[in-house]
């Protein structure tokens, strides 16, 4: 496709479950990023893959969070045992190269609601 | 560590006014900067850019300079338009890779 596709678009989960969502990054983008964004904040930096290898999950808030990009395309953020606190929207975002010089394609986001 | 911080919102506008958001970061090594503008209903998108001091980053009619002596990237636009309205995101870069984000501006341009 044309930019960053996310999917689900929203989800909403009861408190305890386990969620999984989608990134399909633009084709051929080496660097992928993801974010979360709190209602009326900035988005916040997750965890960042270099094709297949994660390079850096600084950001990951608890040990319930896990990402993968196991070829290096197609990246799923899973989060088990949901909580409330994880209601946010998660942010994908692709990048040619990863450097400084390389902007950052977002896709639309999924919107979390745990309740 | 690395922090950005941008005016808070709401800022409401008639059309033509002049805009400026302000956004400071903190000074640490030599970042790049960025405003990224997210429309109703759309991803983040990059504005404009900046990858040292003095550059002048521009698009859409709107202008940020990187000031490394006052630490701020500050958004202008001349005459805003209705379709401007957006939630506008300032940003620095740390490492080559990772972004700091502000809170973001909502910006409401009345006609």
């Known amino acids: 496709g044309a930019g960053v596709s996310q999917s689900p678009r929203y989800k909403v989960a009861k408190r305890g479950q386990d969620v999984a969502l989608r990134c399909d990054p633009i084709s051929g983008h080496v660097s992928l990023f993801w974010y979360q964004q709190a209602l009326g904040q900035g988005p916040e930096f997750l965890t960042y893959f270099q094709n297949e290898a994660q390079l850096d999950k600084s950001g990951l808030p608890s040990d319930r969070f896990f990402a993968e990009r196991p070829e290096g395309s197609v990246s799923t953020l899973k989060i088990q045992r949901t909580q409330q606190e994880d209601s946010a929207v998660y942010l994908c975002?692709?990048?040619?190269?990863?450097?400084?010089?390389?902007?950052?394609?977002f896709g639309n986001g999924t919107r979390l609601t745990v309740t | 560590g690395d922090s950005v911080t941008q005016m808070e919102g709401p800022v409401t506008l008639s059309e033509e006014a002049f805009l400026t958001i302000n956004c400071t970061y903190t000074a640490t090594g030599y970042p790049s900067l960025f405003w990224y503008v997210q429309y109703p209903g759309e991803g983040l998108q990059l504005l404009l850019k900046?990858?040292?001091?003095?550059d002048k980053g521009s698009n859409k009619g709107f202008e940020a300079t990187y000031r490394k002596e006052t630490t701020s990237f500050h958004l202008e636009k001349g005459s805003v338009q209705v379709s401007d309205s957006a939630v506008y995101f300032c940003a620095r870069g740390g490492s080559n890779y990772k972004l700091t984000f502000g809170k973001g501006t909502l910006l409401t341009v009345n006609p």
């Open positions: 975002a692709s990048s040619l190269a990863g450097g400084r010089d390389s902007p950052l394609h």
């Open positions: 900046a990858t040292k001091a003095d």
